[in-house]
């Protein structure tokens, strides 16, 4: 099992935001949070990557507990992370944007990380100089992704990725993320928009206020995924 989540408690002051979560992520698969908004989605990748502690329970990633382990070493032991709301550097250029991605990975990486991703998205070439932050939103999307992707990460976590955008944005991404998962990178990823998202997994957990309510194959979910779409 690439990342084990084991009876995990996350709480904000006096709110608790997740209550005993357990979740399995075999390596090569991809995994789907589904739930409303409130579900604990974004609280648990929050919590696997280190921006927020862990009140209880553990997090094992490739046999390694990752409590003591801070958020940027987190990165280096192979987890990447694609946030909720594009979050990319307005003034940098396209290119620099992915490129940031791969910091530390040496020119030869970095470029072989650039031109697959360029093949993977020709958005990455036709805007290579533009200032990011003068793009439309899911074209900040796709390069926040292919930033996410750069490092050629063993786990990536994706927090709502289709969250706003229009359907030729989301079939960009979806492929993307098959390419990924043909590479072997495992996801993690949430998402409100099961539909989707259920066309991408490979197993899946229903949320519900900081709870899994039900989990197995995406056949096994679907229907109250489907549910919990229109909650």
């Known amino acids: ?8 408690h996350v709480r904000y002051g006096g709110i608790t935001a997740l209550s005993g979560v357990s979740i399995d992520v075999p390596e090569g698969e991809t995994v789907l949070l589904v739930g409303a908004n409130g579900a ?17 329970g553990r997090i094992v990633f490739d046999g390694a507990d990752l409590g003591a382990v801070p958020c940027e070493r987190r990165a280096r032991l192979g987890i ?29 990486k970095q470029k072989e990380a650039l031109d697959w991703l360029c093949s993977v998205f020709p958005l ?12 439309s939103g899911g074209q900040q999307q796709i390069v926040a992704l292919a930033r996410a992707m750069a490092s050629f990460p ?7 990725p289709f969250l706003g955008l229009a359907p030729v944005w989301i079939k960009q991404i979806s492929d993307a993320i098959l390419h990924l998962r043909a590479r072997g990178t495992t996801v993690l990823m949430t998402e409100q928009m099961a539909r989707p998202a259920l066309k991408l997994a490979t197993r899946g957990y229903v949320m519900r206020g900081g709870e899994v309510r039900r989990s197995g194959t995406v056949e096994e979910i679907r229907d109250l995924a489907l549910a919990d779409e229109y909650l």
Do not use: C, H, W
């Open 1 to 8: 099992m690439l990342l084990s989540i084991e009876n995990l």
């Open 40 to 56: 604990g989605k974004s609280s648990t990748i929050n919590a696997v990557i280190g921006l927020v502690p862990v009140a209880g």
């Open 80 to 108: 990447g992370y694609s946030p909720e709301g594009r979050r990319v550097f307005a003034s940098l250029s396209v290119t620099d944007n992915v490129l940031s991605g791969a910091f530390g990975l040496g020119r030869v």
């Open 124 to 135: 990455l070439v036709d805007r290579a100089k533009q200032p990011a932050g003068q793009l």
């Open 154 to 160: 063993r786990l990536l976590l994706m927090d709502e």
